[in-house]
C-alpha cells in the first residue's frame, strides 16, 4: 500500500512568545517554507518566518497603468479616430477634458488588481488546507499556536525535521498529510 504524501510537520506550542523563538530558530536553521498559525496577531512573528515582502504593490501599480491608459486610449479613439468633430477650432486630442475617466479608470484597474491579486497570492477561495487533518490544529482558533515546515522545503527531511522541532520544546509535533 503506498504512503500517502506528506505536506509538512507541525509543532504546537502554548503561547506567543515560544512561538516567535520557535518561528526564529527554524529560520535561522535555514528552513525558509515556513507558515505559522495563531488565534491572536504575534507582533514579529511575520519577520521571524521570513516574511519580508511580497510583490501585490506592484501588480497594483500594474493594474492601475493598465486601467489609466486604457480609459485614455478609449478617450482618444472615440474623439480622435473614430468619430473626430471639430468644435470650435479645438484639437482632436483634448487631453484635459479626459481626465475624469483616465483617473477613474486608474482606481478600478488598481482596485481589481489589488483584489484579484491578494485572492491568488493568498491561494483563495481555498475551503480545503492539508493542516486541517491534524485534530489539534482545531485549537489555533481558540488559545494554541502552531508553527508548520512545509514538506516542499529544500532543506527539509522527515526525520530531522521532526527532531529539530522537538528540540524548540513544543506541546506536540504532528506529521501533515496532504
Known amino acids: 500500500m503506498k504512503a500517502k504524501p506528506i505536506y509538512g510537520l507541525m509543532a504546537e506550542f502554548e503561547s506567543p512568545e515560544q512561538i516567535l523563538a520557535a518561528a526564529q530558530k527554524t529560520h535561522d536553521a535555514g528552513y525558509k517554507r515556513i507558515d505559522a498559525f ?7 512573528l511575520a519577520e ?32 480622435v479616430i473614430s468619430f473626430p468633430l471639430d468644435i470650435g477650432g479645438k484639437p482632436l486630442n483634448s487631453w484635459p477634458a479626459w481626465i475624469p ?7 478600478l ?13 493568498n491561494g483563495l477561495p481555498s475551503p480545503y488546507h492539508p493542516v486541517f487533518n491534524v485534530q489539534r490544529f482545531a485549537l489555533a482558533s481558540t488559545d494554541r499556536f502552531f508553527l508548520c515546515i512545509k ?12 527532531t529539530f522541532l522537538e528540540t524548540l520544546q513544543p506541546h506536540g509535533v504532528f506529521e501533515i498529510e496532504d
Open 38 to 44: 495563531t488565534p491572536i496577531p504575534v507582533e514579529g
Open 151 to 162: 514538506a516542499r522545503d529544500k532543506k527539509f527531511d522527515a526525520a530531522q525535521t521532526r
Open 101 to 107: 475617466i483616465t483617473f477613474e479608470l486608474t482606481i
Open 48 to 79: 521571524a518566518i521570513g516574511f519580508d515582502w511580497t510583490s501585490l504593490p506592484i501588480v497594483v501599480f500594474l493594474g492601475g497603468l493598465f486601467g489609466g491608459l486604457s480609459g485614455f486610449g478609449m478617450c482618444y479613439y472615440a474623439n
Open 109 to 121: 484597474g488598481g482596485a481589481l488588481a489589488a483584489t484579484f491579486g491578494m485572492l491568488a497570492m
